[in-house]
Structures are given as structure tokens and as C-alpha cells.
């Protein structure tokens, strides 16, 4: 067996393992330190010794570094008699688990992750790393920060845990639905940046995009009756299925309107539709209501064909549940397809009037491409090359440069 | 992510084992398929009805015979699969290695070519 083997091993254990450790210890900082401490001793004895049965290896491995760090915490000397006492805890490496109880294990580590004491940034190391698995180099890659960036936030958060003394648990039912909101918003955040990454030289980074999938998928099977949990699944499955024809073979983005819809991914298309079915049994709500736009824009054959109508009542619908510029902004594109750039306009400068996005480069976009359409050519060009030097990513950042000079 | 098939390929001895422990087999298989659920990676699973029942299509005259059978040749038949969403050929792999499975049964693993790919750039 090697790295690759223990790597697969972990990306399907790790969460249990860590989940069922932090209910073992109560100590979820030092859970995660015995399962990465297991792993990594798995990667040197594998390739020489593969086990039967990998998963309780690990289980196993983890539980004895868990249990040597809290010997060697004298202070905590009454607690390990307490622990090596406890049944449940070789039970349950024996492979006699409840499952039940692991379920629930691996989502309250879901909402530890993304507790609200601690930053976005740290929510979004956190999941990636004790719910998905991902190393501190690969969360590094996914969001171009510098690896000790990411251990530093990742320990922080660790310390954060347990100076709030954030219990092991999943919140009072009460308050879950509540705290869902701030997991599906952590979940949408590592999606965003995997769709269109923020800076940097990649329109998309697919594997970060997928990362969220997969764990979005996960919280649709613990919580399958939230529908807001399917309704970002839907959206993500939906967005996740223009990939392959939003970027041409050099990596430059392609616009919906030139887009090769045959090399959409249809498998993906079938799936945002079924969660969006599941989603929209008590009215959508804001996630909801975004899938179902992608879901308008995934089902139609041309731009042109498109139900802008029905796009322009679902933005109208997001505005009033969720409000933002960017609701607003988008709806003004949708505007402009059913009623001409004049009426998209007015929303836009409403938004410039009210100064609710400042500093986007998706405003003068935007209103770049309305004056072009009203042929209005030196304003038009004028905001597009705001809209350049606004934008981060290299890669919009010259199709916009392109659509600036071709109005000159 | 990458998508995968797992092929089921049974013997005649371990589809009559399965058969004769279905319900055994059945829950053991729901529990699987719950599992890839909760790791985020299921994308379909089916299982095919007896070879007895199916035709073959034969190509290799002038026009296509069809035919119901043979099966006898073969002995290993594909009786269903499971489709995954994983991040690699090993994931893959690991997953193949947890189905519940009769004994003398095979599976195979394969990869599942997306939009414009060809078998070559596999390689």
C-alpha cells in the first residue's frame, strides 16, 4: 500500500475517525492531532506491513496517540483512569459502532467547524481539514495562502474551540437550524472559490469546487430533511455542470453565450435536478431559489431560448428573502434579456447611486456590456477598463481588457 | 474528482451464493450504499436482472444478429454496478474493497470518460 492507499483510506475515514475520538476525549483539538499523528504513521508502516483492515488501524493508531497525549498530561491524569476504564472506547474500535451515534458524531463536527466564534477563514480551514480531510498543503493550494498561514489558523482555531469551551454536541434543536445556516454558507464560501477562484491565474479550481460537493453531499444525507441543505447541493451540482465548457483549452474563461452547452455535464444537470425537487417541497429559499436559476439556465438549448422571464421572477423572489447588490446586479443582466439594456441600466445606477458595491469590478462589467448594447462605445469601453483594474483574477481580467479594446 | 465504475462480475456458483442469502445481501448492500451516500460520493447504483433474461447483439456479420445468448462461454457475467464521484483511482479502490460481494465474485474498477475525453488520454 501506498501514499496514494493511505490517502483514500483517510479522505473516506477521517471525519469518523476524528469525530468519534473528540466524543472519546472530549477534546477536539487533540483529536485531531492523534488522527493526523495516526496517518502519519500509517504512511511509513503501510507500504511494509499493509493492514487488514485499514480503517481500524487507523481508529486503533489514533486512539493510543490520543490516549498518550492525555498520559502525558498530568493534569488530566483522572481523566485517562476514566478513559482506559470506559468500555465504549474499545467497542467501538472493535468495529461494534453504532452508526446512528457516528452520524451524528461526524455533523457535530460539522458545526464545530463552523462555530460562530471563530473567523471565516477559520471555518472554512477547519472543514476542510477535519470534515473533508485535506492537508494543511492542499488547503494552502486551494486558497493561495502560504501553508504556515493555514496551521497557524487552523491551530488558532483549534485553541478558539476550547477556550469557548464549545461543547461536543449538535446544537439544541433549536438553535441547529439556526447554526445551519452558518455550515451552508461555509460549504457555499469553498464552493465560490472553487467556481470562480477570487485572484490568481485559474478561472476555476474544479478539485476545491468538488471538495464542497462531496461535503454538501454528506450534510444532505445527515440532514435530509433541511431544504436549504438541497437547495445549495442542487446549486452547486448545477454550477459544478458548466465546468467543463467555462474555460477553453488555454484556460481562458468562455461566456455563457459561446459556451458549447453539449459539453455540459448531463450526469450532474440530473442530479441538480433531483436535489432541487427534494429542496422545493415547503418554497424555496435562498439557495433554493439560486438552483433553481441554474437549473433554468441548465435545462435551456441557447441564451436566446432561455426562460429570462421566469430567470427575472426568481431574482425578484432572492431579493426579497435575501437581499443584496448582487441579487440586484444580476437580476439587471436578467432585466436586460426581457426588457432591453435601458430598464438593466437604471437598476444598475441605482446601485452606483446608492453605493452598495463599492469596489466591485462587477458593476462597471455590467454596465459596460449595457452601454455596448446601447451602443453608447466610449462609456462602454470606459467602464470595462475600470471593471479590468477593479478585477482580480488574470483571467477575467484580460477578457474584459479584450471586450475594451474591441470598442475603440 | 473523477467518476468511476464498479463493475459486478459474478460466477454462476456466487449469483446462486447471493441468491440463497438475499436478504442477508440486500441490507448488507443498503448499508454500503448509505455509506457512499454519507461520504458524498454515490452517484448510481443498479443491478442488472438474470443473463438468462437478455439478448445479445452480434456484430460480427454483415448485419447485427440478435440472439439470446450465448452466456455459456462466459463465465464471468456483469450483474450491476455502482457509479462514484471520488478524487482518485485508489478511492476508488477502497470503496471497490468494501462492497459486500459473494465470494468468487469480481469486481472491476474503471474510470468513466468525461465530456470530449478519449480512451487515450487515459493512458
Not at chain 2, 478524487?87 to 477502497?94: D, G, P, Q, R
Request: net charge negative; glycine share 6%; with cysteine.
Amino acid at each position: 500500500m501506498g501514499t496514494a492507499d493511505v490517502e483514500a483510506v483517510w479522505r473516506i475515514e477521517s471525519a469518523r475517525i476524528v469525530a468519534a475520538l473528540t466524543r472519546f476525549t472530549g477534546d477536539f483539538g487533540l483529536a485531531e492531532d492523534a488522527a493526523q499523528e495516526a496517518v502519519a504513521e500509517a504512511l511509513v508502516s503501510w507500504p511494509l506491513d499493509p493492514p487488514a483492515n485499514p480503517a481500524g488501524w487507523l481508529m486503533a493508531t489514533a486512539r493510543r496517540r490520543a490516549i498518550d497525549a492525555i498520559r502525558r498530561r498530568a493534569a488530566l491524569r483522572d481523566r485517562y483512569a476514566l478513559l482506559a476504564a470506559d468500555p465504549t472506547v474499545d467497542s467501538a474500535v472493535d468495529g461494534d459502532v453504532d452508526p446512528d451515534r457516528i452520524d451524528d458524531d461526524v455533523l457535530a463536527l460539522m458545526f464545530i467547524s463552523c462555530h460562530p466564534v471563530l473567523s471565516p477563514e477559520a471555518r472554512v480551514a477547519l472543514t476542510l481539514r477535519v470534515v473533508a480531510g485535506l492537508s494543511s498543503e492542499e488547503i494552502a493550494r486551494a486558497f493561495l495562502v502560504p501553508v504556515p498561514t493555514v496551521q497557524a489558523r487552523i491551530t488558532r482555531a483549534k485553541k478558539t474551540i476550547a477556550a469557548a469551551g464549545v461543547p461536543f454536541e449538535l446544537p439544541p434543536a433549536g438553535e441547529r437550524r439556526e447554526r445551519l445556516g452558518g455550515v451552508l454558507s461555509v460549504l457555499y464560501v469553498i464552493f465560490t472559490e472553487g467556481s470562480t477562484a477570487t485572484s490568481g491565474d485559474r478561472l476555476v479550481r474544479p478539485d476545491v469546487a468538488y471538495e464542497a460537493i462531496r461535503l454538501t453531499r454528506t450534510l444532505a444525507a445527515l440532514q435530509p430533511d433541511e431544504p436549504e441543505v438541497h437547495g445549495l447541493l442542487a446549486l452547486c451540482e448545477l454550477t459544478a455542470a458548466r465546468f467543463p465548457a467555462r474555460t477553453g483549452r488555454d484556460g481562458s474563461p468562455v461566456m455563457l453565450e459561446d459556451q458549447d452547452r453539449r459539453r455540459w455535464d448531463f450526469s450532474a444537470i440530473r442530479r441538480g435536478l433531483d436535489a432541487l425537487a427534494r429542496a422545493s417541497t415547503r418554497g424555496l429559499g435562498p439557495y433554493g431559489l439560486q438552483a433553481a436559476i441554474a437549473a433554468t439556465h441548465a435545462t435551456a438549448p441557447s441564451v436566446e431560448a432561455t426562460d429570462w422571464d421566469r430567470i427575472v421572477v426568481l431574482y425578484e423572489a432572492l431579493g426579497r428573502v435575501a437581499p443584496s447588490p448582487v441579487v440586484e446586479l444580476n437580476r439587471a443582466v436578467a432585466v436586460a434579456m426581457t426588457s432591453g439594456p435601458a430598464r438593466a441600466l437604471a437598476i444598475v445606477d441605482e446601485l452606483i447611486a446608492s453605493n452598495r458595491l463599492p469596489g466591485s469590478h462587477l458593476v462597471p462589467t455590467v454596465r459596460g456590456e449595457l452601454l455596448a448594447r446601447l451602443g453608447r462605445r466610449s462609456e462602454a469601453r470606459a467602464e470595462l477598463e475600470l471593471a479590468a483594474r477593479l478585477c482580480a483574477n488574470e483571467r477575467e481580467r484580460s477578457v474584459l481588457l479584450r471586450k475594451a479594446a474591441a470598442l475603440s | 474528482m473523477a467518476q468511476y465504475m464498479l463493475i459486478m462480475r459474478g460466477t454462476d456458483e456466487s449469483n446462486a451464493a447471493m441468491m440463497a442469502n438475499i436478504d442477508e445481501m440486500m441490507a448488507t448492500s443498503r448499508q454500503f450504499i448509505d455509506d457512499l451516500f454519507k461520504a458524498g460520493v454515490f452517484v448510481a447504483a443498479e443491478g442488472l436482472d438474470d443473463a438468462a433474461q437478455g439478448v445479445v447483439v452480434d456484430f460480427s456479420g454483415e448485419a447485427p444478429v440478435v440472439t439470446d445468448g450465448p452466456y455459456g462461454e462466459t463465465k464471468e457475467l456483469f450483474g450491476g454496478y455502482f457509479m462514484l464521484d471520488v478524487a482518485s483511482k485508489e478511492e476508488a479502490v477502497e470503496w471497490a474493497r468494501r462492497v459486500p460481494a459473494a465470494p468468487g465474485s469480481k469486481i472491476e474498477v474503471r474510470r468513466v470518460l468525461g465530456g470530449d475525453e478519449t480512451p487515450e488520454s487515459d493512458a
